[in-house]
Nanobody
Framework: QVTLVESGGGLVQAGGSLRLSCAASGSIFSINRMGWYRQAPGKQREFVAE???????NYAGSVKGRFTISRDNGKNTVYLQMNSMKPEDTAVYYC?????????WGQGTQVTVSS
C-alpha cells in the first residue's frame, strides 16, 4: 500500500508564493519520477513539473521560471515552490510518483490565487 499526502495549498494573492509538499509512504521500492499536475474547474488535468530521478527536471511553459520542483531523497518527499503566482494558477494540484509499471496519485490540494 502506497500513500501520497499533499499539503501546503491555500489562498494567496496574485504575485504571492506557496510551497506544496507531497510525502510518499508505504512500499515504494524504486521511484523513477516524481511530478505535479493540476486541474482547474472545467479543464483537463495538466502537467506542471517533474523530476526524473538522477536525470532532469522539466516544467510546463506556463510555470517555467516561476515554479521550482525539488525532492528530499531521504524522506521520499517532493516539493513545488510556486512564486509570482497568477490567478490562472488556481487549480487542484496533484502529486504523482512513478515506480516501475505503477503510477501513484495524491488526493489533491486546492490552490486559489486571487487577483
Amino acid at each position: 500500500q502506497v500513500t501520497l499526502v499533499e499539503s501546503g495549498g491555500g489562498l494567496v494573492q496574485a504575485g504571492g508564493s506557496l510551497r506544496l509538499s507531497c510525502a510518499a509512504s508505504g512500499s515504494i521500492f524504486s521511484i523513477n519520477r516524481m511530478g505535479w499536475y493540476r486541474q482547474a474547474p472545467g479543464k483537463q488535468r495538466e502537467f506542471v513539473a517533474e523530476i526524473i530521478i538522477h536525470r532532469s527536471t522539466n516544467y510546463a511553459g506556463s510555470v517555467k521560471g516561476r515554479f521550482t520542483i525539488s525532492r528530499d531523497n531521504g524522506k521520499n518527499t517532493v516539493y513545488l515552490q510556486m512564486n509570482s503566482m497568477k490567478p490562472e494558477d488556481t487549480a487542484v494540484y496533484y502529486c504523482q510518483v512513478r515506480s516501475p509499471g505503477v503510477d501513484y496519485w495524491g488526493q489533491g490540494t486546492q490552490v486559489t490565487v486571487s487577483s
